[in-house]
């Protein structure tokens, strides 16, 4: 969704700006702006791509400070009035926003009132002129006076043709960064924008302002007091945020054939064969606490939500302890009872999703322990946590979540063996499941090697305007994800639906236009599985059947796909891949863009 950059140092800003907001498209966007402090203010913006702003933005706009923004439509659709950067009426003052002003229309009235005249649908045009009209004899005593009018979560930063050799950035629920370099700064919502520059990094905190000067930066609150909040060197790897296609292949690509590895380097150094269990050293909680555990419950939004609910049958299958999960976006609206002996598990990729993070501080403020599942380093959700897990996908680009999700799914198995171990789960059973996790790898690669066969059925799959994904208990969150990947990249109605359930009304609508998906791992239920892909058959529904090798599927006319058999609590993950593979070419046999999905942004942080 929206994104933040800025500089100040010795370079002209606005070839630096248009760069970096070009490495925050994967996010999702609809316009895109900067405002540069010359020897005025100069602001272009635009609705459409960060191309269309390039192309517009005059060749003399020079300067050595300046903020940019992508801007994801909210308050008022895109256009180029809408897009950020907001300034006052006189173009003294410009602010970029990341968040939502709650108070906006009463704001809006209150200045309207006052004679100012607002030319944007947007909450973030208030603050520009509460800046302005602030008697503060600083921009930062300026930007202090607009927040204390101001309700609601935001990233922001304002630049100011009177104060010309600084950036003020303010932080409340949306990510800033303060990037360090050799005489110059930089600012970022996201860390993809800074990397090439600098990985010396300073996270603000909620509630925390910044001055950045070419000099350096310095942070303080709201009531002006300093804070001590210090820039660290990031571990990452600069080359691997690059963004477009790699070898004429879409990232979604890439990231899938990645999966081998990313999971690799979430088991590495966390599995104990000689105890046979897992190590989270990031968990926080000795045994003592792990065994006083009474019942887990994960948080999580979208696909990060469908691999909670396979963690949920690992915790429950592995521990024995009572499991479930629940969208966080909806978890956090309906006051939730927080127990003491609940152990709540936050689950994402970006750390940043706001329903995610708030449910996050809704547990905390009620007393609870909650840990986080997360990929991003240093990221808000990962910050609020009492400890956690870092997933190690490495930076995932396309909006579509692939090596993120099995990486999750690897985090809930570690964590489901080790409070498994701690409580009943036997040695055998222990070393049964090290060894499973072990050979996930290169099972992933088997997989991934199916890929032709794959691609033929996902063709025929993309003709329909509609279809089913369906699957039993371990098999029915495997058909969510499946039926969300398949929606959210091919643009086909996808339906995900508990196998058991089918005759229950869903049947009515089967037909030989109406495809079914069905996962029907080797296990208990694979019998009853069969039965009700029998009923789906006998209306004609065409098949395309995950399965395992020697599941019988009888006289059944079906499109077979099959995945390499390993520990049936760890059936999920294998059956998770064919189905990323098949969203993934009907979506390129119908001429979409993979990367970037219509509607759809990388991480969803407005409410
Ligand atoms: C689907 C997808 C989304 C995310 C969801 C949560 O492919 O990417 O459904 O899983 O928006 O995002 P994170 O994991 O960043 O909290």
Same mark, same amino acid.
């Given at each position: 969704?929206?994104?933040?950059?800025?500089?100040?140092?010795?370079?002209?800003?606005?070839?630096?700006?248009?760069?970096?907001?070009?490495?925050?498209?994967?996010?999702?966007?609809?316009?895109?702006?900067?405002?540069?402090?010359?020897?005025?203010?100069?602001?272009?913006?635009?609705?459409?791509?960060?191309?269309?702003?390039?192309?517009?933005?005059?060749?003399?706009?020079?300067?050595?400070?300046?903020?940019?923004?992508?801007?994801?439509?909210?308050?008022?659709?895109?256009?180029?009035?809408?897009?950020?950067?907001?300034?006052?009426?006189?173009?003294?003052?410009?602010?970029?926003?990341?968040?939502?002003?709650?108070?906006?229309?009463?704001?809006?009235?209150?200045?309207?009132?006052?004679?100012?005249? =607002?030319?944007?649908?947007?909450?973030?045009?208030?603050?520009?002129?509460?800046?302005?009209?602030?008697?503060?004899?600083?921009? *930062?005593?300026?930007?202090?006076?607009?927040?204390?009018?101001?309700?609601?979560?935001?990233?922001?930063?304002?630049?100011?043709?009177?104060?010309?050799? $600084?950036?003020?950035?303010?932080?409340?629920?949306?990510?800033?960064?303060?990037?360090?370099?050799?005489?110059?700064?930089?600012?970022?919502?996201? =860390?993809?924008?800074?990397?090439?520059?600098?990985?010396?990094?300073?996270?603000?905190? @909620?509630?925390? =302002?910044?001055?950045?000067?070419?000099?350096?930066?310095?942070?303080? $609150?709201?009531?002006?007091?300093?804070?001590?909040?210090?820039?660290?060197?990031?571990?990452?790897?600069?080359?691997?945020?690059?963004?477009?296609?790699?070898?004429?292949?879409?990232?979604?690509?890439?990231?899938?054939?990645?999966?081998?590895?990313?999971?690799?380097?979430?088991?590495?150094?966390?599995?104990?064969?000689?105890?046979?269990?897992?190590?989270?050293?990031?968990?926080?909680?000795?045994? $003592?606490?792990?065994?006083?555990?009474?019942?887990?419950?994960?948080?999580?939004?979208?696909?990060?939500?469908?691999?909670?609910?396979?963690?949920?049958? +690992?915790?429950? *299958?592995?521990?024995?302890?009572?499991?479930?999960?629940?969208?966080?976006?909806?978890?956090?609206?309906?006051?939730?009872?927080?127990?003491?002996?609940?152990?709540?598990?936050?689950?994402?990729?970006?750390?940043?999703?706001?329903?995610?993070?708030?449910?996050?501080?809704?547990?905390?403020?009620?007393?609870?322990?909650?840990?986080?599942?997360?990929?991003?380093?240093?990221?808000?959700?990962?910050?609020?946590?009492?400890?956690?897990?870092?997933?190690?996908?490495?930076?995932?680009?396309?909006?579509?979540?692939?090596?993120?999700?099995?990486?999750?799914?690897?985090?809930?198995?570690?964590?489901?063996?080790?409070?498994?171990?701690?409580?009943?789960?036997?040695?055998?059973?222990?070393?049964? =499941?090290?060894?499973?996790?072990?050979?996930?790898?290169?099972?992933?690669?088997?997989?991934?090697?199916?890929?032709?066969?794959?691609?033929?059925?996902?063709?025929?799959?993309?003709?329909?305007?509609?279809?089913?994904?369906?699957?039993?208990?371990?098999?029915?969150?495997?058909?969510? *994800?499946?039926?969300?990947?398949?929606?959210?990249?091919?643009?086909?109605?996808?339906?995900?639906?508990?196998?058991?359930?089918?005759?229950?009304?869903?049947?009515?609508?089967?037909?030989?236009?109406?495809?079914?998906?069905?996962?029907?791992?080797?296990?208990?239920?694979? @019998?009853?599985?069969?039965?009700?892909?029998?009923?789906?058959?006998?209306?004609?529904?065409?098949?395309?059947?995950?399965?395992?090798?020697?599941?019988?599927?009888?006289?059944?006319?079906?499109?077979?796909?099959?995945?390499?058999?390993?520990?049936?609590?760890?059936?999920?993950?294998?059956?998770?891949?064919?189905?990323?593979?098949?969203?993934?070419?009907?979506? +390129?046999?119908?001429?979409?863009?993979?990367?970037?999905? $219509?509607?759809?942004?990388?991480?969803?942080?407005?409410?």
């Amino acid at each position: 969704m929206c994104g933040i950059v800025g500089y100040v140092g010795g370079q002209n800003a606005a070839p630096l700006l248009v760069e970096a907001l070009g490495r925050l498209e994967h996010r999702g966007y609809d316009s895109a702006g900067v405002a540069v402090v010359g020897s005025q203010l100069k602001v272009t913006k635009r609705a459409g791509r960060v191309r269309d702003l390039a192309e517009v933005l005059p060749k003399r706009t020079s300067g050595r400070v300046g903020i940019g923004h992508t801007r994801w439509a909210t308050h008022g659709p895109a256009t180029d009035v809408n897009a950020h950067p907001h300034t006052d009426a006189s173009g003294t003052v410009a602010v970029v926003h990341n968040g939502i002003i709650d108070n906006a229309a009463a704001l809006r009235a209150r200045l309207t009132d006052q004679g100012v005249e =607002l030319v944007s649908d947007t909450d973030t045009e208030v603050f520009a002129h509460l800046v302005a009209l602030s008697g503060a004899d600083t921009l *930062e005593g300026k930007v202090v006076d607009a927040l204390d009018a101001v309700e609601g979560t935001y990233g922001l930063a304002v630049v100011h043709a009177g104060f010309p050799d $600084r950036v003020v950035v303010a932080r409340n629920g949306s990510p800033l960064l303060v990037g360090v370099g050799e005489k110059e700064m930089f600012i970022a919502s996201d =860390l993809a924008a800074l990397v090439r520059h600098t990985t010396t990094v300073a996270h603000l905190a @909620d509630g925390e =302002l910044a001055t950045v000067t070419a000099a350096g930066f310095t942070t303080f $609150r709201r009531d002006l007091t300093r804070t001590q909040t210090t820039a660290r060197e990031v571990d990452v790897d600069p080359s691997a945020y690059e963004h477009g296609q790699i070898d004429g292949r879409p990232r979604m690509y890439t990231e899938m054939l990645e999966q081998p590895a990313s999971v690799e380097r979430a088991l590495r150094g966390r599995l104990d064969e000689r105890f046979a269990t897992a190590h989270l050293g990031g968990l926080e909680m000795d045994a $003592r606490e792990l065994r006083a555990v009474r019942r887990v419950k994960i948080l999580g939004c979208g696909s990060a939500y469908y691999v909670g609910q396979m963690g949920a049958s +690992l915790v429950e *299958e592995l521990a024995r302890v009572p499991a479930d999960a629940e969208a966080a976006s909806e978890f956090r609206y309906r006051d939730p009872v927080i127990e003491p002996d609940t152990l709540y598990v936050a689950v994402s990729q970006s750390g940043e999703t706001i329903d995610t993070l708030l449910a996050v501080e809704e547990i905390k403020r009620k007393g609870g322990r909650v840990i986080g599942l997360v990929n991003v380093v240093g990221s808000a959700i990962a910050r609020a946590c009492d400890g956690g897990i870092y997933l190690h996908a490495g930076p995932e680009i396309a909006v579509a979540s692939t090596k993120a999700l099995t990486t999750m799914y690897v985090g809930f198995a570690l964590l489901a063996l080790q409070l498994g171990r701690v409580r009943d789960l036997s040695v055998a059973d222990g070393r049964r =499941l090290v060894a499973g996790l072990q050979a996930l790898p290169a099972q992933i690669e088997q997989v991934l090697d199916g890929e032709e066969r794959i691609a033929e059925a996902a063709k025929s799959l993309a003709a329909a305007e509609s279809l089913f994904f369906v699957g039993r208990v371990r098999g029915y969150p495997v058909a969510r *994800e499946g039926a969300q990947k398949f929606k959210e990249i091919s643009y086909r109605h996808a339906e995900a639906y508990q196998m058991s359930e089918l005759k229950h009304g869903p049947l009515a609508l089967i037909s030989p236009d109406v495809p079914t998906v069905a996962i029907v791992p080797d296990d208990e239920l694979t @019998d009853r599985n069969v039965a009700a892909l029998h009923e789906i058959a006998a209306r004609g529904g065409p098949l395309v059947v995950v399965t395992h090798p020697g599941v019988d599927l009888g006289e059944l006319r079906a499109e077979r796909i099959e995945v390499p058999r390993n520990e049936r609590e760890l059936d999920p993950l294998l059956l998770t891949v064919p189905l990323q593979l098949l969203a993934y070419h009907a979506a +390129l046999s119908l001429g979409h863009d993979v990367d970037k999905p $219509r509607n759809l942004a990388k991480s969803v942080t407005v409410e």
